[in-house]
């Protein structure tokens, strides 16, 4: 199983990004996907996740600026983020979860400046 996420990089605050996350070497449609993201210093956290059956779940922090989704068809997840703050600024994670394992990509720099 291999993750390759993109669309990191640096904007401003009150902007957006966009991240997506491309899975290959298994049956996307089974597995539960999510983005985590770990700051300087800080642990690795949970900011949104989406099962096999479409449910989401969003971190407080980020409810009613980041949106998570997935497409089959592409076998890529995204998190769509708006109204982004200096406190999201973190590595990016996308993770599944497939067969009672965890697989994850090597992440991507979000940086929001003020």
């Known amino acids: 199983v291999q993750l390759q996420a993109s669309g990191g990089g640096l904007v401003q605050a009150g902007g957006s990004l966009r991240l997506s996350c491309a899975v290959s070497?298994?049956?996307?449609?089974?597995?539960?996907m999510a983005w985590y993201r770990q700051a300087p210093g800080d642990e690795r956290e949970l900011v949104a996740s989406?099962?096999?059956?479409?449910?989401?779940n969003l971190a407080d922090s980020v409810k009613g600026r980041f949106t998570i989704s997935r497409d089959s068809a592409k076998r890529t997840v995204y998190l769509q983020m708006s109204g982004l703050k200096p406190e999201d600024t973190a590595i990016y994670y996308c993770?599944?979860?497939?067969?009672?394992?965890?697989?994850w990509g090597k992440g991507t720099q979000v940086t929001v400046s003020s």
């Open positions: 993770r599944v979860r497939y067969r009672n394992m965890d697989y």
């Open positions: 989406v099962t096999t059956g479409g449910s989401t």
């Open positions: 070497g298994m049956v996307f449609s089974f597995g539960d």
